[in-house]
C-alpha cells in the first residue's frame, strides 16, 4: 500500500465549477500535511498547509481528518489557471524534514 | 525569495557515463533532496542530507551517490548511468529552523536526463 494515495484523475470541469480532491496517508505518526501544485513541465511548489482546524487560502480550502487519516482540497471558482496537478504531501516527522508525496491529482479546467 | 538552481534544464547521456547533477540553494537551508518524477510513480526520494557532509539513503538509492560538500551546494552523481535512470530530477531545500517556514521544500527546475 502506498504511504500517500490520491486518484490521479484527470478532472475535467469547466470554469466556475467546484471540484474536491481527497488523499488518504497510510502512517498515523504523520505530523504535517500540505498541498502542492505543480504545472506541467515545472517543479512543485506549495500550495497551502493543512491545520487540524481546516483553512481557506481565497478559493481554496484544505481539510485534514487525523481519525480517518484523509486530507481534502477544495476548489470553488474553478479557473483555467487552476489547471494543474495537486500532490498531496505528508511530513511523518524524520530528520531533515523528509517529505512524503502522492502520485499527484490532475485537474483540467476548460471554458 | 528562495532560489534553488540545477546546472541543467536536459541532459543527454550514453549509457555507462558518469554523471554529474548540481544543485545549489540560496537561502541557507541545512536540508537539501534529490528525487525523481516518473509518469505513475510521482516523485520519489533518491537522497537527502540536513547537514553539511552528512547524507542519508531515500527509497531508491541504488545506482546513484551524493555530495554535500558545501552547505549550498548537493549533488547527484550516477556512477555509471543507464537507460532506467532517464528521468526527471528534481532538487529541493527546507529549513529546519522553527518558522512557519519550516517543513516546505522549495524546488529546483528540474533536470530531464535521458540516457541513450
Known amino acids: 500500500r502506498k504511504e500517500v494515495e490520491q486518484d490521479p484523475g484527470p478532472f475535467n470541469v469547466p470554469e466556475g465549477a467546484t471540484v474536491a480532491f481527497n488523499c488518504t496517508y497510510s502512517?498515523?505518526?504523520?505530523?504535517?500535511f500540505f498541498w502542492y501544485r505543480q504545472d506541467c513541465r515545472k517543479e512543485p511548489k506549495l500550495l497551502m498547509s493543512?491545520?487540524?482546524s481546516g483553512n481557506e487560502d481565497g478559493r481554496f480550502t484544505a481539510q485534514l481528518n487525523r481519525a480517518s487519516q484523509y486530507i481534502s482540497l477544495l476548489i470553488r471558482d474553478s479557473k483555467l489557471s487552476d489547471s494543474a496537478t495537486y500532490l498531496c504531501?505528508?511530513?511523518?516527522?524524520?530528520?531533515?524534514?523528509?517529505?512524503?508525496f502522492g502520485g499527484g491529482t490532475r485537474l483540467m479546467v476548460k471554458p | 525569495d528562495v532560489k534553488v538552481t540545477q546546472s541543467s534544464r536536459y541532459l543527454v547521456k550514453r549509457t555507462g557515463e558518469k554523471v554529474f547533477l548540481e544543485c545549489v540553494q540560496d537561502?541557507?537551508?541545512?536540508?537539501m533532496f534529490w528525487y525523481r518524477q516518473d509518469p505513475g510513480l510521482g516523485l520519489r526520494l533518491i537522497y537527502f542530507?540536513?547537514?553539511?557532509?552528512?547524507?542519508e539513503k531515500g527509497d531508491i538509492p541504488e545506482g546513484y551517490s551524493v555530495s554535500r560538500e558545501k552547505k549550498e551546494r548537493f549533488s547527484l552523481i550516477l556512477e555509471s548511468a543507464s537507460t532506467n535512470q532517464t528521468s526527471m530530477y528534481l532538487c529541493?531545500?527546507?529549513?529546519?529552523?522553527?518558522?512557519?517556514?519550516?517543513?516546505?521544500?522549495?524546488f529546483g527546475p528540474g533536470t530531464r536526463l535521458t540516457v541513450l
Open positions: 502512517n498515523s505518526a504523520s505530523q504535517s
Open positions: 529541493a531545500s527546507s529549513t529546519s529552523i522553527e518558522s512557519t517556514d519550516t517543513d516546505t521544500q522549495y
Open positions: 504531501v505528508v511530513n511523518i516527522g524524520n530528520a531533515g524534514n523528509m517529505l512524503t
Open positions: 493543512v491545520y487540524s
Open positions: 537561502m541557507d537551508h541545512e536540508n
Open positions: 542530507s540536513y547537514d553539511v557532509k552528512m547524507k
